[in-house]
């Protein structure tokens, strides 16, 4: 069996859970239904932004 490369302690444990348990809870405060709602435009919004940056940055290469 592989060695870990360093100890699980309550340290470590902690500086990973207490930060995930408070974002955890901020977003079910503010997005209990809306986000749910939300996460559609959200996404469109950003592939069609990820589109125009690309299609910007290569339009020289391409030719368009």
């Known amino acids: 069996m592989a ?4 100890p699980i302690t309550y340290r470590t444990l902690l500086a990973f859970a207490v930060p995930m348990i408070i974002s955890q809870l901020f977003m079910n405060v503010n997005f209990i239904v809306d986000g749910v709602f939300m996460a559609t435009p959200a ?14 940055r290569k339009r020289k290469q391409y030719g368009y």
């Open 3 to 6: 060695q870990l490369s360093a």
């Open 43 to 56: 996404a469109d919004f950003l592939g069609a932004s990820l589109t125009f940056l690309l299609l910007w």
